[in-house]
T-cell receptor, first 112, second 113 residues
Framework: EAGVTQFPSHSVIEKGQTVTLRCDPI?????LYWYRRVMGKEIKFLLH????????ESGMPNNRFLAERTGGTYSTLKVQPAELEDSGVYFC??????????FGPGTRLTVT | GENVEQHPSTLSVQEGDSAVIKCTYS??????FPWYKQELGKRPQLIID?????GEKKDQRIAVTLNKTAKHFSLHITETQPEDSAVYFC????????????FGTGTRLKVLA
Protein backbone atom coordinates (compact mmCIF):
# COMPACT_ATOMS: atom_id res chain seq x y z
CA GLU A 1 0.00 0.00 0.00
CA ALA A 2 1.13 3.57 -0.58
CA GLY A 3 2.62 5.27 2.44
CA VAL A 4 1.87 8.60 4.03
CA THR A 5 2.83 11.44 1.74
CA GLN A 6 3.61 15.04 2.60
CA PHE A 7 4.01 18.14 0.49
CA PRO A 8 6.18 20.11 0.16
CA SER A 9 9.33 18.33 1.27
CA HIS A 10 11.03 21.65 1.99
CA SER A 11 9.74 25.19 2.45
CA VAL A 12 11.71 28.36 3.08
CA ILE A 13 9.67 31.43 3.96
CA GLU A 14 10.25 34.78 5.58
CA LYS A 15 8.99 35.71 9.00
CA GLY A 16 5.43 36.95 8.76
CA GLN A 17 4.55 34.92 5.69
CA THR A 18 2.04 32.09 5.50
CA VAL A 19 2.78 28.45 4.73
CA THR A 20 0.44 25.52 4.24
CA LEU A 21 1.63 21.96 4.65
CA ARG A 22 -0.30 19.01 3.27
CA CYS A 23 -0.53 15.41 4.39
CA ASP A 24 -2.17 12.50 2.59
CA PRO A 25 -2.63 9.54 4.95
CA ILE A 26 -2.69 5.89 4.04
CA UNK A 27 -6.04 5.05 2.50
CA UNK A 28 -8.50 3.78 5.07
CA UNK A 29 -6.68 5.26 8.05
CA UNK A 30 -9.15 7.30 10.08
CA UNK A 31 -6.52 8.53 12.55
CA LEU A 32 -4.22 11.32 11.40
CA TYR A 33 -1.60 12.94 13.60
CA TRP A 34 0.67 15.96 13.19
CA TYR A 35 4.02 16.10 15.00
CA ARG A 36 6.95 18.52 14.90
CA ARG A 37 10.66 18.13 15.56
CA VAL A 38 12.47 21.38 16.35
CA MET A 39 16.26 21.79 16.30
CA GLY A 40 17.12 18.12 16.82
CA LYS A 41 14.95 17.80 19.90
CA GLU A 42 12.26 15.22 20.48
CA ILE A 43 9.36 14.75 18.13
CA LYS A 44 6.39 16.54 19.72
CA PHE A 45 2.71 15.94 19.23
CA LEU A 46 0.63 18.74 17.73
CA LEU A 47 -2.84 17.34 17.10
CA HIS A 48 -4.93 14.31 16.22
CA UNK A 49 -7.85 13.89 13.83
CA UNK A 50 -10.31 11.05 13.76
CA UNK A 51 -11.79 11.29 10.32
CA UNK A 52 -12.62 14.99 9.95
CA UNK A 53 -12.94 15.73 13.66
CA UNK A 54 -10.20 17.12 15.88
CA UNK A 55 -9.80 14.62 18.70
CA UNK A 56 -6.96 16.36 20.50
CA GLU A 57 -5.24 19.64 19.65
CA SER A 58 -3.48 20.09 22.98
CA GLY A 59 -0.07 20.25 21.32
CA MET A 60 -0.79 23.17 19.01
CA PRO A 61 1.62 25.92 20.10
CA ASN A 62 -0.69 28.89 19.56
CA ASN A 63 -3.46 30.28 17.37
CA ARG A 64 -1.07 30.92 14.49
CA PHE A 65 -1.42 27.23 13.66
CA LEU A 66 -4.59 25.95 12.00
CA ALA A 67 -5.18 22.35 10.98
CA GLU A 68 -7.98 21.01 8.86
CA ARG A 69 -8.93 17.65 7.46
CA THR A 70 -11.36 17.99 4.63
CA GLY A 71 -13.84 15.15 4.34
CA GLY A 72 -11.70 12.98 6.53
CA THR A 73 -9.10 12.46 3.83
CA TYR A 74 -6.03 14.70 3.45
CA SER A 75 -5.06 17.26 6.05
CA THR A 76 -3.48 20.69 5.91
CA LEU A 77 -1.54 22.57 8.54
CA LYS A 78 -1.35 26.32 8.04
CA VAL A 79 1.05 28.59 9.87
CA GLN A 80 0.06 32.27 9.71
CA PRO A 81 2.04 34.40 10.32
CA ALA A 82 5.19 32.31 10.59
CA GLU A 83 7.77 33.09 13.27
CA LEU A 84 11.43 32.07 13.49
CA GLU A 85 10.69 29.50 16.22
CA ASP A 86 8.32 27.65 13.87
CA SER A 87 11.29 26.26 11.94
CA GLY A 88 11.59 22.50 12.15
CA VAL A 89 10.45 19.29 10.55
CA TYR A 90 6.70 18.69 10.51
CA PHE A 91 5.65 15.05 10.39
CA CYS A 92 2.28 13.58 9.64
CA UNK A 93 1.34 10.07 10.72
CA UNK A 94 -1.71 7.92 10.19
CA UNK A 95 -3.09 4.76 11.72
CA UNK A 96 -6.04 2.43 11.32
CA UNK A 97 -6.30 1.78 15.07
CA UNK A 98 -4.83 3.56 18.09
CA UNK A 99 -1.62 1.60 17.56
CA UNK A 100 1.03 1.49 14.81
CA UNK A 101 1.26 5.02 13.51
CA UNK A 102 2.96 5.26 10.11
CA PHE A 103 4.91 8.39 9.45
CA GLY A 104 5.35 10.49 6.35
CA PRO A 105 8.74 11.80 5.21
CA GLY A 106 8.16 15.18 6.81
CA THR A 107 8.22 18.78 5.62
CA ARG A 108 11.29 20.77 6.57
CA LEU A 109 10.17 24.34 7.28
CA THR A 110 12.71 27.12 7.53
CA VAL A 111 11.56 30.57 8.60
CA THR A 112 14.14 33.32 7.95
CA GLY B 1 2.57 15.68 31.79
CA GLU B 2 4.00 12.53 30.30
CA ASN B 3 7.75 12.49 29.83
CA VAL B 4 10.03 10.00 28.10
CA GLU B 5 13.78 10.00 28.68
CA GLN B 6 16.10 8.21 26.26
CA HIS B 7 19.75 7.22 26.71
CA PRO B 8 22.33 7.37 25.34
CA SER B 9 22.06 10.25 22.89
CA THR B 10 24.84 8.77 20.75
CA LEU B 11 26.15 5.23 20.57
CA SER B 12 29.00 3.79 18.54
CA VAL B 13 29.51 0.05 18.27
CA GLN B 14 31.69 -2.21 16.19
CA GLU B 15 29.97 -4.23 13.49
CA GLY B 16 28.78 -7.51 14.95
CA ASP B 17 28.47 -6.18 18.49
CA SER B 18 25.19 -5.55 20.29
CA ALA B 19 23.56 -2.18 20.91
CA VAL B 20 21.17 -1.30 23.71
CA ILE B 21 19.06 1.85 23.96
CA LYS B 22 17.09 2.58 27.11
CA CYS B 23 13.99 4.66 27.76
CA THR B 24 12.01 5.53 30.85
CA TYR B 25 8.49 6.92 30.98
CA SER B 26 6.53 8.75 33.63
CA UNK B 27 2.85 7.93 32.97
CA UNK B 28 2.02 4.63 34.62
CA UNK B 29 -1.07 4.43 32.39
CA UNK B 30 1.03 4.19 29.21
CA UNK B 31 0.34 0.86 27.56
CA UNK B 32 1.99 0.90 24.14
CA PHE B 33 5.66 1.47 23.32
CA PRO B 34 6.83 1.71 19.69
CA TRP B 35 10.36 2.14 18.41
CA TYR B 36 11.19 4.06 15.26
CA LYS B 37 14.31 4.08 13.11
CA GLN B 38 15.06 7.18 11.06
CA GLU B 39 17.78 7.01 8.46
CA LEU B 40 19.23 10.23 7.15
CA GLY B 41 16.69 12.08 5.01
CA LYS B 42 14.03 9.38 5.38
CA ARG B 43 10.83 8.98 7.33
CA PRO B 44 10.71 7.48 10.83
CA GLN B 45 10.02 3.79 10.32
CA LEU B 46 8.27 1.62 12.89
CA ILE B 47 10.62 -1.29 13.59
CA ILE B 48 9.12 -2.95 16.62
CA ASP B 49 6.57 -2.27 19.32
CA UNK B 50 5.42 -3.78 22.59
CA UNK B 51 2.19 -3.62 24.55
CA UNK B 52 2.04 -3.46 28.31
CA UNK B 53 0.76 -7.02 28.73
CA UNK B 54 4.02 -8.41 27.32
CA GLY B 55 7.49 -8.33 28.85
CA GLU B 56 9.58 -9.02 25.77
CA LYS B 57 9.20 -9.18 22.02
CA LYS B 58 11.69 -10.28 19.37
CA ASP B 59 11.91 -9.84 15.63
CA GLN B 60 15.06 -11.37 14.15
CA ARG B 61 18.00 -9.26 15.42
CA ILE B 62 15.80 -6.76 17.24
CA ALA B 63 14.18 -7.19 20.64
CA VAL B 64 12.36 -4.92 23.04
CA THR B 65 11.93 -5.47 26.77
CA LEU B 66 9.47 -3.76 29.08
CA ASN B 67 9.55 -3.41 32.85
CA LYS B 68 6.23 -1.89 33.89
CA THR B 69 7.14 -1.71 37.55
CA ALA B 70 10.23 0.33 36.89
CA LYS B 71 8.58 2.12 33.94
CA HIS B 72 11.39 1.50 31.53
CA PHE B 73 11.81 -0.25 28.20
CA SER B 74 14.81 -1.03 26.06
CA LEU B 75 15.72 -1.79 22.46
CA HIS B 76 18.32 -4.47 21.83
CA ILE B 77 19.99 -4.93 18.47
CA THR B 78 22.25 -7.95 18.10
CA GLU B 79 24.88 -8.64 15.43
CA THR B 80 24.82 -5.01 14.34
CA GLN B 81 25.43 -4.15 10.70
CA PRO B 82 26.39 -0.85 9.03
CA GLU B 83 22.82 -0.48 7.75
CA ASP B 84 21.63 -0.32 11.37
CA SER B 85 23.23 3.13 11.58
CA ALA B 86 20.41 5.63 12.09
CA VAL B 87 18.62 7.67 14.74
CA TYR B 88 16.34 5.56 16.93
CA PHE B 89 13.36 7.03 18.77
CA CYS B 90 11.40 5.41 21.55
CA UNK B 91 7.85 6.50 22.34
CA UNK B 92 5.13 5.86 24.85
CA UNK B 93 1.46 6.21 24.16
CA UNK B 94 -0.52 8.29 26.59
CA UNK B 95 -2.78 5.86 28.38
CA UNK B 96 -5.95 7.82 27.80
CA UNK B 97 -7.54 10.05 25.22
CA UNK B 98 -5.97 9.96 21.81
CA UNK B 99 -3.06 7.57 22.37
CA UNK B 100 -0.74 10.25 21.04
CA UNK B 101 2.93 9.37 21.22
CA UNK B 102 5.36 10.98 23.63
CA PHE B 103 8.81 10.58 22.12
CA GLY B 104 12.27 10.34 23.57
CA THR B 105 14.99 12.65 22.26
CA GLY B 106 16.54 10.02 20.00
CA THR B 107 19.74 7.98 19.91
CA ARG B 108 22.17 8.29 17.05
CA LEU B 109 23.62 4.83 16.49
CA LYS B 110 26.80 4.41 14.46
CA VAL B 111 27.91 0.94 13.50
CA LEU B 112 31.59 0.97 12.63
CA ALA B 113 32.70 -1.46 9.94
Amino acid sequence: EAGVTQFPSHSVIEKGQTVTLRCDPISGHDNLYWYRRVMGKEIKFLLHFVKESKQDESGMPNNRFLAERTGGTYSTLKVQPAELEDSGVYFCASSRTVYEQYFGPGTRLTVT
Amino acid sequence: GENVEQHPSTLSVQEGDSAVIKCTYSDSASNYFPWYKQELGKRPQLIIDIRSNVGEKKDQRIAVTLNKTAKHFSLHITETQPEDSAVYFCAASEGSGTYKYIFGTGTRLKVLA
